[in-house]
Protein backbone atom coordinates (compact mmCIF):
# COMPACT_ATOMS: atom_id res chain seq x y z
CA UNK A 1 0.00 0.00 0.00
CA UNK A 2 1.65 2.94 -0.97
CA UNK A 3 0.45 6.99 -0.10
CA UNK A 4 -3.13 7.38 -1.18
CA UNK A 5 -2.24 10.86 -1.64
CA UNK A 6 1.17 10.81 -3.07
CA UNK A 7 -0.71 8.38 -5.55
CA UNK A 8 -3.46 11.08 -6.27
CA UNK A 9 -1.42 14.03 -7.33
CA UNK A 10 1.39 12.20 -8.78
CA UNK A 11 0.27 8.47 -9.68
CA UNK A 12 3.52 6.74 -8.24
CA UNK A 13 3.55 5.01 -5.37
CA UNK A 14 5.87 5.98 -2.13
CA UNK A 15 5.57 3.95 0.86
CA UNK A 16 3.90 5.63 4.12
CA UNK A 17 5.54 6.27 7.19
CA UNK A 18 3.20 8.41 9.19
CA UNK A 19 -0.12 7.74 10.25
CA UNK A 20 -2.53 10.73 9.43
CA UNK A 21 -5.74 10.56 11.84
CA UNK A 22 -8.68 12.21 9.95
CA UNK A 23 -10.56 13.28 13.12
CA UNK A 24 -7.73 14.41 14.89
CA UNK A 25 -6.26 12.80 18.13
CA UNK A 26 -6.49 15.41 20.87
CA UNK A 27 -8.41 12.81 22.89
CA UNK A 28 -6.74 9.18 23.76
CA UNK A 29 -9.84 7.82 21.81
CA UNK A 30 -8.82 9.57 18.50
CA UNK A 31 -5.20 8.77 18.97
CA UNK A 32 -5.75 4.47 19.01
CA UNK A 33 -8.84 4.41 16.99
CA UNK A 34 -7.85 2.71 13.65
CA UNK A 35 -11.44 3.94 11.79
CA UNK A 36 -9.93 7.54 11.59
CA UNK A 37 -6.15 6.37 10.53
CA UNK A 38 -4.84 6.44 7.02
CA UNK A 39 -0.95 5.21 6.18
CA UNK A 40 0.59 8.35 4.23
CA UNK A 41 3.90 9.79 4.00
CA UNK A 42 4.66 13.22 5.78
CA UNK A 43 4.74 15.09 2.62
CA UNK A 44 1.12 13.62 2.01
CA UNK A 45 -0.38 14.20 5.46
CA UNK A 46 1.12 18.16 5.28
CA UNK A 47 -0.81 18.43 2.12
CA UNK A 48 -3.94 17.10 3.95
CA UNK A 49 -3.90 19.86 5.85
CA UNK A 50 -2.83 22.53 3.88
CA UNK A 51 -5.51 21.55 1.10
CA UNK A 52 -8.44 20.92 3.49
CA UNK A 53 -11.56 21.17 1.15
CA UNK A 54 -9.83 18.90 -1.57
CA UNK A 55 -8.85 16.47 1.16
CA UNK A 56 -12.42 16.14 2.48
CA UNK A 57 -13.60 15.26 -0.95
CA UNK A 58 -11.02 12.30 -1.07
CA UNK A 59 -12.37 11.39 2.24
CA UNK A 60 -8.78 11.79 4.08
CA UNK A 61 -10.14 14.73 5.92
CA UNK A 62 -13.87 14.03 8.08
CA UNK A 63 -16.39 16.35 7.84
CA UNK A 64 -16.86 19.82 9.28
CA UNK A 65 -17.53 19.88 12.36
CA UNK A 66 -16.37 16.40 13.33
CA UNK A 67 -12.83 17.00 14.32
CA UNK A 68 -11.77 16.24 17.52
CA UNK A 69 -14.99 14.08 18.05
CA UNK A 70 -14.66 10.37 18.73
CA UNK A 71 -16.11 7.70 16.84
CA UNK A 72 -19.46 6.37 18.38
CA UNK A 73 -18.99 2.14 19.16
CA UNK A 74 -21.47 1.56 15.84
CA UNK A 75 -19.82 3.68 13.46
CA UNK A 76 -18.06 2.33 10.44
CA UNK A 77 -14.26 2.91 9.32
CA UNK A 78 -13.98 5.82 7.04
CA UNK A 79 -12.98 4.12 3.55
CA UNK A 80 -9.46 3.85 3.24
CA UNK A 81 -8.85 3.76 6.78
CA UNK A 82 -6.19 1.66 8.21
CA UNK A 83 -9.53 -0.48 10.18
CA UNK A 84 -10.89 -0.91 6.37
CA UNK A 85 -8.16 -1.81 5.00
CA UNK A 86 -8.04 -4.68 7.76
CA UNK A 87 -11.59 -5.42 7.49
CA UNK A 88 -11.12 -6.30 3.37
CA UNK A 89 -8.25 -8.26 4.40
CA UNK A 90 -5.38 -5.49 2.34
CA UNK A 91 -3.39 -4.72 5.50
Known amino acids: MGCP ?3 HLHRFLVMPECIHHARGKDCEALRHDKRGWFLMTVEGNLW ?3 NMAAA ?3 GWLCADGK ?3 PFKPDDPPMPGSVADLQAKGLL
Open 5 to 7: VIW
Open 48 to 50: VHR
Open 56 to 58: RKQ
Open 67 to 69: WGT
